[in-house]
C-alpha cells in the first residue's frame, strides 16, 4: 500500500527547475507540477525534455519527431478521456500543438479508440481541422494492448499489434524510428490548461457503481453497471473524500477497484485514505451480493483474452489460470505462483497488472466476507486465504 | 589526443558480480553473454546471435539486485557494480515454471526427432528438474505446413519463440513465414500471399529450439533400405561441408575435420559404396568455367577488345554469369526473377554431378546395373531434397539422386544406432573413377582443395576461377599463375571485387546469403560472374546443419575448409584425373553428357 500512494507524489525540487531562459511552456509545466495521466504518473517535463534531448542528438538536418495521444482508453469502466475528448476537444489539440511547437515536429496522431471516433468524429475533425493533427483509430482487433505505448507505434507502422522492447524506448526511437513523445489525453488537456494559466491541480475520475443488489447464485451477469459519472476533483483529495463528496459513498458493505476494471488495484473500504493513484477510476463492488469465482474469471478472462502472444507467462499463464479457475477444485497454489509469475516474468505492463486485480481481492477483500465459507467450500476458502494472505 | 582518448574509451571495462563471483565485462554486453564468457550457463530459448533479442521465452531470467522484477539477461545490458544471481530461489522459480509452460505447448515427439539427442527442452528438463507434464498439452490439434518434400513446420511443436520468423524475414528477406492469431492461438503460418514463396533453405529449421520447423525427414526410408537393401547397391555420397561440422553432432570442436570418421561411419551404417562429394564438385568447376569461359569469349571480353564491354549483356553470352549449386538461390531465382534464369549456369549441383556419374561410367565400369544403384546423399541443406526430386534432373529416365539426408538426420540415424563418429578409424572413401570393390584402406583419393571450398561462402567462385584461368592460359604456367582468390571469401554480405585471370578483368560478385541478393540484382550489368548461396556463411551454415550454427561456428567450420584447400596436393578441379576421364568418357556418349553435365531452370512466379 505504501508503494501505492507514493506512485504519485512527485514534487519538483527547485533544483530540477529549468530556467526561465528555457522553453516557456515547459517552464510552466514543470512549475505546475504536472504529471502524466496515462497511469504510470512520469513528470510530464521529463517525456519532454527527453523527447526534446533526443531530437538535439540526431543530425542538424533530420531533426524529425512526433507526437502522439493516446486516447485508446482499453481499460474496461476508465471513460474519463471519453469525457474529455467529448467536452474539451479543442483542448486536447491545443495542447498537441503546444508539444508539437515546443518539439519542432510536423505531426501529430492522435490515436483513438474506435468507438469514441464513431461517437465524436464531427467534433474531433472540426478540433483538428487545419492542424497538423491527423486522427488515427485504433484498429479493430488491436485490443487492450493496442493502448500500450510501444504497441501504438507497431499499430501505426502497420506491423503486428504488440509491445516492443525496449530499449530504444519511444522517445528515443518510437514511430518510424524517430523520437516520439506519446501523452495521454487528459495529460494534453492539462497542459492547454498550463497554457491558458487556468490549470489546478485537478483529476478526472470515474466512478462506477456496479449492481449493488444482485445475490449470490441469481444474477445473470454481474458486471451490470447502475452508474456511471465522471467527476472532476483536486488531485490530493483521499478516495474516500472523493467518494463522499461525489454522494457515492455506499450504504452498504462495500470495496472498491482503483483505476480500472481489469488491472486495477481492490481495496476493503477502510483502505480508502489515501489520494488517487493511476487511471482515474473507482469502481464500487458490493462485499456481500458479489460472487468472488464469477468476478476474478472475469478479470483473469479479460487479460486470457487480450494477451498478445508474446511471452510464456503471460500467453501460457493466463490461460492456465483460466484453465485452474474453470475447475470445481481449483489448485489454489498454483494459481498464485502463475500470477505471482506473471507479475515477476511478463514482458509488458499487461502481463505485469494481470494479476493485481485477483491477489488484491483476495488479500484485501475476500477475508471480509461473511459467508466466503459458502461461496468457496471451507476447505477452498482456507487455502485461499493462505495463499493470497 | 583524440584518438588515445577515444580508444581508452572504447576499452573501458566495468565489473559487475554473477552469483558472487566479481567478473570484468565491457558495458555494451549482455548479462547472457557475460554470463556465457565466464562459463555461467543461463538457460534460454528463444535467444540467437543472429538475431536481435526477443525477450519472449523468459527462461533466461536473472534477479539484479535493487529490482523490483526479475529481468531477462538476453536483452539486459551489464552495467558498473550490478550485483546479479542465476540461480535464486526466486530464479529457479521463475525459470522452472517458464519451462514447464513451454514443454506443454510442445508436444514430444521424442523418438523419432531427429535433434532429440541434443534436445534443448530435453537437456534443461533434467538439468533443472522440469515437471514436464505439470500442464496439459494444449496443441494436439495445431496443423503441420509443410513446403514441397524439403521443409515442415510442425505447429503441434511450436512453442512460439518466432525464431523461424526471424530467419524468414529479417536473415533471408523472404518473408514466408507470418504470425497469425493472438494469445493462444497465435500459430506461424506460411503466407498466403501470392507474391512470396518458400525457397526451401531451411533456416527456419536451423534456427528452431525445438525442432517444429525441421526437414522433411527421409531417414526412416534409408533405414529401412539399410536394414534391408534386398539386390540393391547402397551407395552414400557426402558433402564438402559435412566434414567440418558433423564433428560437433558427437562432442568433437567446431571446425573439426572427419573426413576419414565419416567414411567409415557410413560403412558401418550398411552403405556398399562411400563417396565423396568433391569429387562431383570437381566435376561441377570444369562444366561450369568451361561456360563461364565460352560465355566470356562470345562477349568479346576475352579476346583482347576490352572495348567490346557493352556487349556484355548480348543475348547470346548471358553474362554475368550466375552459379546455380545452391538450390535455395535456384528456386528463389525462378520464384522471384525469372528474367535471371538465363544467366543461370547450366552445370548441374556437384550431388547430382557425382550421381550421375555413378550410375552411368562408375556403373558401367563396375558391371552394376544403374536401377539397382540407390545414392543417398548426406548434405548441410533442405533445400537438396527438393532438387533430387526435380524432373528435369533425369539421368536414362532416372533420378540421379535417390534420397538427401541433412547432416542432421544423419547424425541421429548414427546415434540411433549406437555408432559414436569420433571413435572411429578413420577410411578412404572410394574413387568414382575407378571400377570394383569398396575398399576403406586403398586406392585413396585425395580430396582436391578446389572442391572441398565448395562448402563455403565464394569457394564455387574461387574453384571457378581457378580453373576458368587455367583454360583461359591453356597451360601456359607463367599466365595461369595463381590459385587463392581471397577475394571471395570470408563472411561479408556481400564481396564484391576486380580479379585478374589470364591477364584479364573479371568483376565478380559473392552473395553471402538471399538477404543480401537485392543490391546486387539492381547493378548486375557491373558484373561478370556472381556466386550466390542462400544460407549465410554458404553450405557450412546450411539449413540442414547441426543445431546450433552461430556466425562463430560458421567462421571455424569456413576456416576449416580453407584449411584442407590449404594442405591438399592438388587445389585445381581439372587437375582432378578421374573427373577428366569420366568426362572424356561422357563426351562419347552423345545425349548422355548432356543428361549427367547440364540442366535448366522453370519459371515459378
Known amino acids: 500500500m505504501a508503494r501505492l500512494s507514493n506512485l504519485c507524489d512527485f514534487v519538483p525540487s527547485d533544483r530540477d527547475l529549468p530556467s526561465m531562459a528555457d522553453n516557456n511552456i515547459l517552464y510552466k509545466i514543470k512549475k505546475a507540477g504536472l504529471i502524466g495521466r496515462g497511469g504510470a504518473c512520469f513528470p510530464v517535463w521529463k517525456k519532454w525534455t527527453a523527447v526534446k534531448n533526443a531530437i538535439d542528438e540526431r543530425p542538424e538536418n533530420d531533426r524529425k519527431s512526433c507526437v502522439i495521444c493516446n486516447a485508446s482508453e482499453g481499460e474496461p469502466d476508465v471513460k474519463k478521456d471519453f469525457y474529455i475528448l467529448k467536452n474539451h476537444p479543442e483542448k486536447v489539440i491545443a495542447g498537441m500543438l503546444l508539444a508539437l511547437a515546443y518539439l519542432g515536429a510536423k505531426r501529430g496522431y492522435l490515436y483513438i479508440n474506435a468507438n469514441y471516433y464513431r461517437i465524436l468524429r464531427a467534433k474531433l475533425e472540426k478540433a483538428a481541422d487545419g492542424t497538423p493533427v491527423e486522427i488515427l483509430v485504433k484498429p479493430s482487433g488491436a485490443g487492450y494492448i493496442g493502448g500500450e505505448e510501444t504497441s501504438i507505434l507497431n499499430a501505426i507502422e502497420g506491423k503486428r499489434i504488440e509491445p516492443r522492447l525496449k530499449p530504444p524506448f519511444p522517445f528515443k526511437a518510437g514511430l518510424f524510428g524517430l523520437p516520439t513523445l506519446l501523452n495521454n489525453v487528459e495529460t494534453f488537456y492539462n497542459v492547454a490548461l498550463v497554457e491558458e494559466g487556468s490549470y489546478r491541480p485537478d483529476r478526472f475520475v470515474t466512478i462506477i457503481e456496479q449492481s449493488p443488489k444482485p445475490t449470490f447464485k441469481a444474477f445473470a451477469r454481474l458486471r451490470k453497471i447502475t452508474k456511471r459519472e465522471v467527476f472532476l476533483f483536486p488531485e490530493d483529495w483521499t478516495m474516500e473524500k472523493i467518494l463522499k463528496k461525489s454522494g457515492r459513498l455506499p450504504s452498504y458493505k462495500f470495496f472498491v477497484q482503483l483505476g480500472g476494471g481489469a488491472s486495477g488495484m481492490v481495496l476493503n473500504s477502510s483502505q480508502l485514505k489515501n489520494p488517487l493513484a493511476g487511471s482515474g477510476s473507482i469502481t464500487i463492488y458490493n462485499l456481500e451480493n458479489h460472487d468472488p469465482m464469477e468476478l476474478i474469471r472475469q478479470w483473469i478472462g479479460f487479460f486470457y483474452g487480450e494477451s498478445c502472444g508474446k511471452c510464456v507467462p503471460c500467453r501460457e499463464g493466463t490461460f492456465r489460470v483460466k484453465e485452474q479457475l474453470e475447475k470445481n477444485d481449483v489448485n489454489w497454489p498454483l494459481v498464485k505462483e502463475l500470477l505471482n509469475n506473471l507479475a515477476e516474468t511478463s514482458f509488458c505492463g499487461l502481463g505485469c497488472s494481470a494479476p493485481i486485480a485477483i491477489t488484491s481481492y483476495f488479500k484485501n477483500v475476500f477475508p471480509l466476507i461473511s459467508d466466503k465459507n459458502n461461496v468457496l467450500a471451507s476447505s477452498q476458502s482456507k487455502t485461499v486465504c493462505e495463499c493470497f494472505s | ?605
Open chain 2, 1 to 605: 589526443m583524440f584518438f588515445v582518448e577515444l580508444s581508452l574509451g572504447m576499452l573501458k571495462k566495468i565489473t559487475i558480480t554473477i552469483n558472487g563471483k566479481k567478473i570484468q565485462c565491457s558495458p555494451d554486453e549482455t548479462i547472457f553473454k557475460v554470463a556465457k564468457n565466464n562459463d555461467i550457463e543461463i538457460p534460454g530459448l528463444c535467444g540467437h546471435p543472429d538475431f536481435p533479442p526477443k525477450a519472449n521465452c523468459r527462461v533466461c531470467v536473472v534477479e539484479i539486485k535493487g529490482y523490483n522484477k526479475l529481468v531477462t539477461s538476453c536483452s539486459e545490458k551489464a552495467t558498473d557494480g550490478m550485483v546479479i544471481s542465476t540461480i535464486s530461489e526466486r530464479v529457479k522459480k521463475a525459470r522452472n515454471l517458464n519451462l514447464e509452460l513451454i514443454f506443454a505447448e510442445h508436444i514430444e515427439k521424442c523418438p523419432t526427432c531427429a535433434i532429440n539427442f541434443s534436445c534443448r527442452l530435453l537437456y534443461y528438463a533434467e538439468k533443472y528438474k522440469i515437471e514436464v507434464r505439470r500442464f496439459g498439452e494444449r496443441k494436439t490439434e495445431r496443423k503441420t505446413y509443410k513446403f514441397a518434400n524439403a521443409v515442415e513446420i510442425d505447429g503441434s511443436q511450436c512453442i512460439d519463440c518466432r525464431n523461424c520468423v526471424d530467419a524468414c524475414s529479417m536473415l533471408q528477406k523472404i518473408n514466408y513465414l507470418e504470425i497469425k492469431g493472438k494469445g493462444i492461438n497465435q500459430e506461424i503460418t506460411p503466407s498466403k500471399d501470392l507474391e512470396v514463396d518458400c525457397i526451401y533453405c531451411g533456416q527456419c529449421a536451423l534456427h528452431c529450439p525445438v525442432n517444429s520447423a525441421a526437414e522433411q525427414s527421409e531417414w526412416q526410408e534409408v533405414e529401412k533400405l539399410l536394414q534391408n537393401p534386398g539386390d540393391k547397391k547402397l551407395v552414400a555420397m557426402f558433402a564438402p561441408s559435412i566434414r567440418v561440422s558433423i564433428g560437433e553432432e558427437f562432442g568433437l570442436p567446431y571446425g573439426k575435420v572427419v573426413t576419414g570418421q565419416l567414411a567409415a561411419a557410413l560403412r558401418k551404417l550398411g552403405f556398399n559404396y562411400v563417396f565423396d562429394v568433391i569429387f562431383g564438385a570437381d566435376i561441377t568447376t570444369v562444366v561450369e568455367a568451361s561456360e563461364l569461359v565460352t560465355k566470356l569469349k562470345a562477349a568479346k571480353q576475352i579476346t583482347g577488345d576490352q572495348s567490346a564491354i557493352g556487349n556484355r549483356q548480348s543475348a547470346i553470352s548471358h553474362l554475368p554469369m550466375i552459379t546455380s549449386c545452391c538450390p535455395g538461390w535456384v528456386k528463389y531465382a525462378e520464384f522471384y526473377h525469372p528474367e535471371l534464369l538465363p544467366n543461370l549456369t547450366s552445370a548441374r549441383s556437384p550431388h547430382v554431378h557425382l550421381a550421375g556419374a555413378i550410375k552411368t561410367y562408375w556403373a558401367e565400369k563396375s558391371g552394376i546395373d544403374p536401377k539397382n544403384i540407390i545414392t543417398v546423399s548426406i548434405m548441410p541443406c533442405t533445400a537438396k531434397k527438393f532438387e533430387a526430386i526435380r524432373k528435369e534432373l533425369a539421368v536414362n529416365g532416372a533420378r540421379p539422386v535417390d534420397h538427401v539426408l541433412t547432416t542432421r538426420e544423419f547424425a541421429f540415424l548414427l546415434k540411433r544406432n549406437k555408432i559414436s563418429l569420433g571413435k572411429l578409424k578413420p577410411e578412404n572413401s572410394d574413387n568414382p573413377a575407378r571400377a570394383g570393390k569398396s575398399d576403406p584402406n586403398s586406392g585413396a583419393i585425395q580430396p582436391n582443395g578446389a572442391g572441398s571450398i565448395y562448402g563455403a561462402s565464394g569457394g564455387v567462385m574461387e574453384s571457378a576461377l581457378r580453373t576458368a584461368a587455367a583454360l583461359i592460359c591453356k597451360g601456359d604456367k607463367i599466365c595461369d599463375n595463381r590459385i587463392d582468390f581471397k577475394e571471395a571469401r570470408g563472411m561479408e554480405g556481400v564481396k564484391e571485387a576486380d580479379v585478374t585471370i589470364g591477364g584479364h578483368k573479371l568483376r565478380i560478385a559473392v552473395v553471402n546469403g538471399i538477404g543480401h541478393i537485392s543490391p546486387i540484382i539492381k547493378k548486375l550489368a557491373d558484373y561478370d560472374y556472381i556466386e550466390v548461396m542462400a544460407c549465410p556463411g554458404g553450405c557450412i551454415g546450411g539449413g540442414g546443419q547441426p543445431i546450433p550454427t552461430t556466425p562463430e561456428i560458421r567462421r571455424l567450420r569456413a576456416e576449416a575448409l580453407y584449411k584442407i584447400d590449404k594442405n591438399a596436393p592438388l587445389r585445381k578441379a581439372h587437375e582432378n584425373k578421374g573427373v577428366m576421364e569420366i568426362l572424356k568418357w561422357l563426351k562419347t556418349k552423345g545425349k548422355l553428357e548432356s543428361q549427367v553435365l547440364h540442366t535448366k531452370y522453370i519459371k515459378r512466379g
